[in-house]
């Protein structure tokens, strides 16, 4: 008698144990894709809001979710956040004797981009912050003398044409910050300065052969991300004050050293968000939810 009135008990602890612990799983499967799938579709934020959908669906698939478990991938009207919501409907084992079938399992996660206030890999040519660009305008970057013995080139953790040239080709190693004070590097620096430039430009070629200002990967070596500067008194080598940065598309550099560029909106790896400082069009993602 005692047996027949404890074995429904045990039965139905067996099930809850055993069928609680699945869609706790498959929550956990669900919400890690979710969140990937956030930042990686973000990352093509502000610009390119079909492909930041594209890609989060993307990235949440390799995880593992099916495209029916994708409720909804949405960028916001402004074009700064990306939301996705994942959906699974979990089958009970052991449940199904006390009557439970099935459990559906949500997660859902948000990214946003926000301005940088500091970047390492910076180009190290400074663009005048007091000139407004839009995105998908195009910049000649060296055009000419921005003061007495400056084209724009700064001296990032050090001076000298082979410093420069490297810094073209890897962008500077050191971090740079809203605020910091860049020592102009005086002269025209011809050689390395095209030679750094038409390194990035095969690179990218190399990486990309179909890349374009308008649709490219994040990380493609013709993203430039350079500094906004005050070049408004500077006379031979001088020091600037960083205002903010942005990011720039190279197309192509010549003989006298013209350095044709596009403005884009774009964000920037190795940056750190600052939603404080002034937007010149670079970000970083950041996961809120």
Same mark, same amino acid.
């Given at each position: 008698m @005692?047996?027949?009135?404890?074995?429904?008990?045990?039965?139905?602890?067996?099930?809850?144990s055993?069928d609680?612990?699945?869609?706790?799983?498959n929550?956990?499967? /669900?919400? @890690?894709?979710?969140? =990937?799938?956030?930042?990686?579709?973000?990352?093509?934020? *502000?610009?390119?809001?079909?492909?930041?959908?594209?890609?989060?669906?993307s990235?949440? =698939?390799?995880?593992?979710i099916?495209?029916?478990?994708? +409720?909804?991938?949405?960028v916001?009207?402004?074009?700064?956040?990306?939301?996705?919501? /994942?959906?699974?409907?979990?089958?009970?084992?052991?449940?199904v004797?006390?009557?439970?079938?099935?459990?559906?399992v949500?997660?859902?996660? =948000?990214?946003?981009i926000e301005?940088i206030?500091?970047?390492?890999?910076?180009?190290?040519?400074?663009?005048?912050?007091?000139?407004?660009?839009?995105?998908?305008q195009?910049?000649t970057?060296?055009?000419?003398?921005?003061g007495?013995?400056?084209?724009?080139?700064?001296?990032?953790?050090g001076?000298?044409?082979?410093? +420069?040239?490297?810094?073209?080709?890897?962008?500077?190693k050191?971090?740079?910050?809203?605020?910091? @004070? +860049?020592?102009?590097?005086?002269? +025209?620096?011809?050689?390395?300065?095209?030679?750094?430039?038409?390194? /990035?430009?095969s690179?990218?070629?190399?990486?990309?052969?179909?890349?374009?200002?308008?649709?490219? =990967?994040?990380?493609d070596?013709?993203?430039?991300i350079? *500094? @906004?500067?005050?070049?408004?008194?500077?006379?031979?080598?001088?020091?600037v004050?960083?205002?903010?940065?942005?990011?720039?598309?190279?197309?192509?550099?010549?003989?006298?050293?013209?350095i044709?560029?596009?403005?884009?909106?774009q964000?920037?790896?190795?940056?750190?968000?600052?939603?404080?400082?002034?937007?010149?069009?670079?970000y970083?993602?950041?996961?809120?939810?």
């Open positions: @005692m047996l027949a009135v404890v074995s429904p008990i045990i039965i139905g602890a067996v099930a809850l055993s609680v612990a699945v869609p706790y799983f929550w956990e499967q /669900l919400q @890690m894709a979710a969140d =990937t799938g956030a930042v990686a579709g973000a990352s093509y934020l *502000p610009s390119s809001p079909g492909q930041a959908v594209s890609t989060a669906n990235y949440v =698939t390799v995880n593992g099916a495209v029916g478990e994708i +409720l909804s991938t949405t916001s009207g402004d074009q700064t956040s990306l939301n996705i919501k /994942l959906q699974r409907t979990v089958p009970y084992t052991f449940g004797l006390l009557g439970m079938t099935t459990a559906t949500s997660a859902q996660a =948000t990214a946003r301005t206030g500091a970047a390492t890999g910076v180009t190290p040519i400074g663009v005048d912050y007091r000139t407004a660009y839009t995105s998908g195009v910049v970057l060296m055009e000419g003398e921005v007495p013995g400056n084209w724009s080139p700064l001296a990032l953790g001076t000298g044409a082979s410093n +420069l040239e490297q810094n073209i080709e890897y962008g500077y050191g971090s740079i910050s809203v605020g910091d @004070m +860049l020592t102009t590097q005086p002269g +025209l620096k011809a050689g390395p300065i095209k030679s750094g430039f038409d390194y /990035l430009l690179e990218g070629q190399s990486v990309d052969p179909e890349g374009t200002f308008a649709s490219h =990967t994040p990380t070596p013709r993203v430039l350079v *500094p @906004m500067v005050d070049f408004s008194s500077i006379n031979g080598q001088s020091q004050p960083v205002k903010g940065f942005a990011a720039l598309w190279l197309v192509s550099v010549d003989n006298k050293n013209d044709e560029t596009y403005f884009i909106n964000v920037a790896p190795g940056s750190t968000p600052d939603g404080n400082v002034s937007n010149f069009g670079a970083q993602v950041v996961f809120i939810q």
